[in-house]
Nanobody, 127 residues
Framework: QVQLVESGGGLVQAGGSLRLSCTAS????????MGWFRQAPGKEREFVAG????????YATDFVKGRFTISRDNAKNTVYLQMNSLKPEDTAVYYC????????????????????WGEGTQVTVSS
């Protein structure tokens, strides 16, 4: 069982930055691919970014477009999402998720592939 706790959300003006953190319990964090998803009111949850066991990452290119960076620190059991140049349309609850990865190259962008989820952290971007 893995427990995930997100932090770092809040209210920021358009153009500002936030750094989200997600800390996992347990000693097998390095065996998981980690993902960040978000859900805005009235919309479906969507993939934002993911990072493989190897450390390589994948982004939702349609709206991230170089503004977000995902990283992980296995020694701290933590995955981060650095968000720059925030826009009002980035307003959402952001969730981190863990997906057991048999291969260091594995990563899924589908939310139903992920085994564990955090409670989410609210990000609000004002115009």
């Amino acid at each position: 069982q893995v427990q995930l706790v997100e932090s770092g959300g809040g209210l920021v003006q358009a153009g500002g930055s936030l750094r989200l953190s997600c800390t996992a319990s347990g000693r097998t964090f390095s065996m998981y691919a980690m993902g960040w998803f978000r859900q805005a009111p009235g919309k479906e949850r969507e993939f934002v970014a993911g990072i493989r066991r190897s450390g390589s990452s994948t982004y939702a290119t349609d709206f991230v477009k170089g503004r977000f960076t995902i990283s992980r620190d296995n020694a701290k059991n933590t995955v981060y999402l650095q968000m720059n140049s925030l826009k009002p349309e980035d307003t959402a609850v952001y969730y981190c998720a863990a997906d057991w990865a048999y291969s260091s190259a594995y990563l899924s962008t589908a939310d139903d592939a992920y085994d564990y989820w955090g409670e989410g952290t609210q990000v609000t971007v004002s115009s």
